[in-house]
Structures are given as C-alpha cells and as structure tokens.
C-alpha cells in the first residue's frame, strides 16, 4: 500500500533557520523539497571531503582487512588520516608509472646487451659517432664503406646494428636513441622501485584497518550535507525562511504539535497532481519480503500510481516455479540459501530476501513434483509418475500459458474496472477484459490448431462494443466513439501479443528440462564401465545440471519478472516513476 501523503509548508524567522532543521531532524516524519538549489562554500567542503572518503575507501578496499583486528574507533584526525592515503596513492601510481618505464626500457634493450651509454657520449666529444639503427637486411650491403657495423641481433627482416662512423652520419633508417643507463643499472633500478613499492602498499594495507571508522565519518558527513543541503535550499523573503516538504498523514498531529510549540507558521494541505510527492510503501511482512528486490532493480511506483505488490508476489511465485520446472533444482536454491544466511546472515542487512528465496525455492519444488521432473523427467519416466499429468502434455501447457496471460492481464483492468467505480468509463476496463480473453480463444486457435468458439466472437463484439462507447464517455457520442476507435487501433494487436507473450513460460521451462534431460542421456550413453567413465559421467553430469541451476535465476529475471513490470504494468498504467520518502532524521 502506498502510504497517503500531505503537503506541509512551514514559515520561520531566518535567524531560526538550523534550530528549525534540528528540531525537524528530531522529529524525523518530513521529507524535504528544496525550493532553491542548494549551494554554497560549505556544502561544497561537504561534498569535497565526502569524496575524498569515498576514494580512500576505494584505495584501502583492494587490500584485505584482517579479522583479528578489533574495530577501530571514530577518529579525531581523520582528515590526517585521509591526507595520507591519499598521498600514498599518489606515490604508488607515479611508482608503478615509472617502473613500468623501466620495464620497457629494459625489454627493449637486453638484446642489445649492457654497455656503458656514458662511453657513447664520450666518444661523441671525442669526434667518434657511435649510432643504433635498425636496417633491413638486404641494405647492409649498400652502406657505405667508411663506417663500421657491428650487426648485434635480427628480429622481424630488420637488423639491430651498432654503426661507427669518424664523421657525422645520417642514415635513411629508423634510429635508436641511446638509453640514460645501461641494462645493468636498469635491473639496480627496477629491484629498488620494487622494494619501495612493496613498502608502500604494506603501508596502505595497514590502513585498511581504517576502514569501518571511515565508513562511520561517511555516514555522519552524508547526515551533515542532508541537514545543510535542507538549510541552502530554503526560501527566503525578507526576514523569513520557509520550506515545503511532505510527512505521513498518521504524522500529521506530531509536526502540528511541534509547530505550535515552536511558533512556528505551518499550513498542511492535499498534495495537488502536480506536486513531486515521495513515495512509502508499507505492507504486511509476507509481502514486504519483495522490498528488496525493488530495491535492487531501483524500481518504486509513482505517489499517484498504484501499488502491485500482492499481485507482484502472487506471480513471480507462480513464473518461478514454471521457468525452473524442477523439484531437484529447488532443493537445492533452498539449500544454498539456507547456507548462505547460516555463513553470511549476520553481514546481510536484508533478512527478508531470505524468505523471497525460499518462497520461491519451494515454488520450484512444488511445480517440479506435480510435473515429476527431478533433475530432468526422462530418467524418472518409470519410476516416479508426476501428480498432475497434464504438465507433461506440451499443448495443454502452452494453452495454460495463454490462459494465465489472460488472467494476470484481466487483473489489471478489473483493478481499474474497481477504481473507476460509478464511473462509466469503469465499462470500457469491462471491455478490454472481453478482448483479452477473446484473444485467449484466438491464441489457441492460431497457435494450437483448435476451433475458435462462439464464446471467443462473442466476447471480442461485446468488448469492441464496450470499449467504443464507454472509454471517454460524453454527451457528444460521436467523439466519443471516436476516442474508442483511437483505443481500439492502438491497443489491440498490443493486448494480442501480450498474452501470447506468457508462452514464454512454457518455452524456457521446456528447454531447461530438455537440456537436463540430454545431459542425463549424455553420461548414461558414455556409461559407467569403470572408475574413469564414472568420472567423466558424473562430471557431465555436475557440468550439465550446474548450467541449468546457474541460469535458471537469469530466466526469472529476464522473463518472470519482465512480465510482472512490463506487460502487467502497462495494462495496469504503473509506469515506476516513483521516488523513495526519505525523512529529514537526525
């Protein structure tokens, strides 16, 4: 349910302002609007060290954090502490640059062999040119007699020449600058970066222990910017400041009381349509269970949009079961889950998606024993019969798909139908009812072979009919047929393939049974004649079955869950728009 909200605007002396957001922040029932842009020298000195906290815990993150170490306290010079990090960083990276400098220096020039580049220069004042070149082998011939070559290595047709000459010469071939030392030193060079590499990041690894304490100051800083984000972004008129924000209506009587408390000017009304209103969803417990997941697909409904969370439950349930089809594959979602919550439940602050998990782990069990399919359905055929039979029966199956698109879609408008009540456009939500399982008989037709009923004719003439006259019903009948025509022609093929888009269930549900069941067939044809076929068996078998448990999750996703908030929520008009309430809270 979404939580009805009210519009509270508030008047105060300016002098007030940060007793005013103190008082608020104690309360903690008003989400704020700013009605200016927030800005200012402290708000960007907030978001500056903000920042900066969020690099150096990106810095000490790459080094583990040892757990015999007690959590450390808050600390008092954490911007020391921050500078430092920082720093080290910076030395590393400049480190790691310059070694990377030598590595290449020193690829390039072991082939050549060491030598002294000091004595080449010398030579150079000496009147003595000492040149590298790179020249193709057939040229050699064609240098000129009076310098010398000394061909040192070949790679790729070219060869790697040392070239004296008594006289300064230019050759028509890539030269080769000399390096600032030789190889020896290079390799003196690089095992001295190293060495102080390694000194560094044990430094930084030290740090790590920093790193709860850090977190802490960053929630503190972000609490801080809230409270100053709120106070830049007040309006202001003469000697007064005031703010609008949002509150719970069951909150309402807790800012009166303060208000009057205070002195403080406040008008509480209905937000308009037009107003930015947050959005807080509240539910029974068994269904706050989909909270986060929400929260990780980042999805919330509009204030003024409904809320399918029920429904939303109901289905993925049911689309979780039919996508898996496997009772083995359950048992063991159920299984990982359970150990997943034993190992690392104390870390997880979402306890409620260990219930989803195993809500929908039982789904799979349940649709895997009424369909009989244990890690595949073949190998079982003899011994385990499924208790419901007509899931085995692939057109009976596929016609259930339609039957259920039909059903989750008419949900939707009956949900409308409920809302638009005594309307009369309430009757054309009636009449796309109609269609739709008018388009559940033509789904059958066209894709199973089965005769279209005289009930499918009749109840697309009765929705065509409905929806002509009643979906912008007025006392000019013409435009008003001629919205309903406009509905008709832009929402029916629509309504076609949205059902006819559920067979999606049937298809990957069969093809993870398929796959299962080639797998099974795969390690018994190769057999289990001895100890190296039963291996490779079994492997096949671990390989195969582990394909389907890791992809069977991704279905869901993309398929159980697709259908919930793209299909349903059209039909329903949820177009997700929300934004989380988020109470000014000390």
């Known amino acids: 349910m979404i939580v009805p909200m009210k519009k509270v605007t508030l008047i105060v ?5 940060e007793e005013t957001l103190e008082r608020l922040g104690e309360l903690g029932v008003l989400h704020i609007e700013h009605l200016q842009e927030p800005q200012g020298r402290e708000l960007n000195l907030i978001k500056e060290e903000i920042n900066q906290i969020e690099e150096a815990r990106r810095i000490l993150s790459h080094y583990p954090v040892s757990e015999k170490i007690s959590p450390t306290p808050y600390l008092e010079n954490w911007q020391g502490l921050l500078k430092q990090i920082l720093e080290l960083e910076k030395r590393l990276k400049d480190l790691k640059e310059y070694l990377n400098f030598f590595e290449k220096e020193i690829k390039e020039w072991e082939s050549w062999g060491d ?3 000091e004595i080449v220069r010398e030579l150079f004042k000496k009147g003595i040119y000492v040149k590298f070149y790179q020249i193709p082998l057939r040229e050699l011939k ?11 290595f070949l790679k790729s047709g070219l060869a790697n020449c040392l070239i004296i000459s008594p ?32 000194h560094l990041e044990k430094e930084l690894a030290e740090k790590s222990v920093f790193l709860p304490a850090l977190e802490k100051i960053k929630l503190s800083l972000e609490k801080e910017k809230e409270f100053v984000e709120a106070k830049m972004g007040m309006g202001e008129e003469g000697s007064l400041s005031y703010l609008k924000g949002y509150v719970p209506e069951e909150s309402t009587e807790k800012i009166l009381m303060v208000a009057h408390e205070q002195a403080w000017g406040i008008l509480v009304e209905a937000p308009s349509p037009e107003d930015s209103v947050p959005t807080l969803l509240r539910n029974f417990r068994a269904i706050e269970i989909l ?10 409904p509009g204030y003024q949009e409904l809320d399918i969370s029920f429904w939303f439950l ?3 349930s049911l689309f979780f079961g039919m996508l898996i089809g496997d ?11 359970f150990l997943i919550k034993k190992k690392w439940g104390n870390k997880i602050k979402e306890k409620s998606l260990f219930t989803l998990f195993y809500l929908l782990s039982f789904s799979a069990i349940i649709w895997g024993l009424l369909s009989g399919t244990i890690f595949g359905q073949a190998w079982l055929s003899r011994f385990i019969k499924p208790l419901l039979p007509a899931l085995r029966d692939n057109r009976r199956l596929q016609s259930f798909c339609f039957f259920l698109g039909a059903l989750h879609l008419s949900i939707a408008h009956l949900w409308k139908f409920i809302l638009k009540i005594p309307g009369l456009s309430a009757l054309s939500e009636g009449g796309w009812m109609a269609i739709l399982w008018g388009v559940y008989f033509l789904a059958r037709t066209l894709i199973l072979g089965e005769t279209f009923p005289y009930l499918g004719k009749s109840l697309f003439l009765l929705g065509v009919i409905l929806i002509l006259f009643f979906t912008k019903p007025q006392k000019n009948i013409i435009k008003g047929i001629a919205q309903g025509t406009g509905a008709i022609f832009l929402n029916l093929v629509g309504n076609f393939t949205d059902v006819v888009s559920y067979i999606r269930l049937f298809a990957v549900g069969l093809a993870s049974v398929t796959i299962a069941d080639a797998f099974n067939q795969l390690a018994l044809d190769f057999g289990y004649r001895g100890f190296f076929s039963g291996l490779f068996g079994s492997l096949i078998l671990f390989l195969g079955h582990t394909l389907n448990v890791l992809l069977g999750p991704l279905s869901v996703l993309v398929h159980g869950i697709r259908l919930n908030l793209l299909e349903f929520c059209n039909h329903l008009e949820v177009k997700w ?3 989380a309430y988020k109470p000014l809270k000390k």
């Open 291 to 300: 909270n986060p997941l929400f929260r990780f697909l980042g999805i919330l």
């Open 115 to 117: 030598f002294d580049p």
């Open 13 to 17: 002396q300016e002098k007030d302002r």
């Open 314 to 316: 109901i289905f993925l």
């Open 142 to 152: 064609n240098l000129p007699e009076e310098i010398i070559v000394k061909k040192i």
């Open 327 to 337: 009772a083995g594959y359950g048992v063991i979602y159920l299984l990982l889950s």
């Open 577 to 579: 728009i929300g934004f």
């Open 167 to 198: 006289k300064e010469i230019k050759l028509p071939f890539p030269e080769i600058s000399p390096p600032g030392m030789g190889l020896k030193k290079m390799y003196e060079k690089r095992g001295e970066l190293r060495n102080v590499l390694v």
